[in-house]
């Protein structure tokens, strides 16, 4: 079976605006659906992927989201993390630089009133989990308690006469780990604001080794604050935490 020039600029129209399936043209065709695939392939239309595809039938109601109203476990959540960043590490740098080229492109597209609230917002959450807890930080003090190793978060008073406060500390380590964003090592907030914070931090340091604190810093410079990542920063800690000798102070220092 071929295609006439209206059938085929049908078959176009109805998968690239009207976001049809692959399945519904076939059907309408009375064909099969590499049939309609090898078609527009041969007319240099990109087929989309599972993901996309599965998004346009739930945008359009379609097909009904698997989850909806039902609340994922830890162990389910921590499945689809792993497996979200496998897909992410194995796709090409032509397949990255497309996706990095339309998030750019959505953002140059948006108001400087739309650009001014994101920032404002990403600025609200920042400071708000300097003051709560990082959801990193908080994930991480859920997995070493569930590891059975005893947690104090946002622990005060390890040093006397001082406000030091750490992100986490584990008394029988004696150790304590900081969990340091972005705004630790990028002019976020300003270059005067990133100088005090780098001060700050310098100083703590001092502090908690010249009291024999161990001290294990996680630099977690990236965006990205994936559950994948956070589940590797705890299998870290706990295999740094094996080879730790609490009797001497030590500082250890790993990139994430």
Known sequence: MSFSNDQG???????INEKKSLAMIAEEFGTYVNKIRRFLNKRGVEIRSISESQ?????????EHPTKGRKR??????KIAVGVAKSWSELSEDKLNK????????????????????SQAAKRGMR??????????????QELEDNDIPVIFHKKGLVENSNLEVDIFLPSYNIAIEIDGPTHFFPIFGEDRLQKTMESD????GLLL???????????????????KAKKIVEYIVGF????????????????
Request: no cysteine; glycine share 4%; proline share 0%.
């Open 9 to 15: 600029e049908y078959i176009i129209n109805a998968y």
């Open 128 to 141: 708000e989990a300097s003051i709560s807890g990082s959801k990193m930080e908080k994930f991480i003090q």
């Open 55 to 63: 998004k346009i039938a739930l945008d359009t109601g379609r097909n």
């Open 210 to 228: 010249a009291n024999k604190i161990n001290i294990l810093r996680v630099k977690h410079i990236s965006k990205n604050a994936s559950l994948a």
């Open 99 to 118: 996706i990095k080229d339309a998030a750019r492109e959505r953002w140059n597209s948006m108001s400087d009133t739309d650009k001014d609230n994101i």
């Open 73 to 78: 476990s830890k162990e389910e959540k921590g």
């Open 202 to 205: 310098r100083t703590k340091i």
């Open 241 to 256: 935490l094996e080879t730790l000798d609490i009797n001497k102070a030590k500082f250890k220092e790993v990139e994430v």
